[in-house]
């Protein structure tokens, strides 16, 4: 039977979430479907064009709309990048493969609806550009710290009492820590997510006002 690129890419998606992406190899997934190696080729070039594929498959699962007239762009931005984490979380070593991943046509489709979005919201494309890539920096940072530590198990609460009780030399980190729950939380995601777009409001308000 001849391969479909999107079985390929399919396939290898559960590779990943099976084995993570050190060894998801091309001839791991060719054994998977059932082929030789070389026959990958007549669908990617190479390796990092499937991981682009992957990437970009991935991303699409919860579609970004554009902004509503009259709808807050700071709710909107932000129900964007919680989907994306959710995504991201959703299978293994996806901050990892989204790092070191080229952007595809559904990637750059996604940020042409968002700079148009902020757009019309006021912002000037670099602000608009800028602020996204902070978002998404942070987006990537924080789900890559959130999956190491589900890869080294230090997510588990009596990992997490053990390493309270190590940092007793150091206070104030230790009773931050333990007021918090860590720095992987979904409360320490909303701060940091209400951080930025505290900036960007600050930034479209001076632009606002040079006007």
């Known amino acids: 039977m ?26 791991r997934l060719a054994t998977e479907l059932g082929v030789q190696a070389p026959a990958l080729y007549w669908h990617f070039r190479n390796k990092q064009e499937l991981l682009d594929e992957m990437a970009e498959t991935i991303s699409v699962q919860e579609p970004l709309r554009p902004l509503a007239e009259g709808e807050s762009w700071e709710e909107w931005l932000a129900e964007w990048l919680r989907g994306q984490r959710r995504v991201f ?19 750059l489709r996604t940020v042409e609806t968002i700079l148009e979005s902020l757009l019309r919201a006021g ?4 602000d608009a550009m800028w602020g996204l ?9 924080f789900v890559l710290e959130e999956q190491s530590d ?19 030399p150091y206070p104030n ?25 505290t900036g960007m409001r600050a930034r479209l308000e001076a632009q606002t006002d040079g006007r």
């Open 123 to 126: 912002f000037t494309r670099t």
């Open 150 to 168: 589900e890869e080294r198990g230090t997510n588990d609460p009596a990992l997490f009492e053990g390493a309270l009780e190590s940092l007793a």
């Open 89 to 107: 979380k959703s299978h293994r070593d996806t901050a990892r493969l989204t790092a070191g991943t080229h952007p595809g046509t559904a990637t």
């Open 173 to 197: 980190v230790r009773a931050v820590m333990a007021e918090t729950g860590g720095p992987q939380t979904d409360a320490s995601f909303e701060h940091g997510l209400a951080l930025i777009l």
């Open 2 to 27: 001849a391969l479909e690129r999107d079985t390929i890419v399919r396939t290898a998606i559960r590779l990943l979430d099976e084995v993570g992406l050190e060894k998801l190899t091309l001839r």
């Open 133 to 141: 890539g902070t978002l998404a920096s942070f987006l990537g940072g």
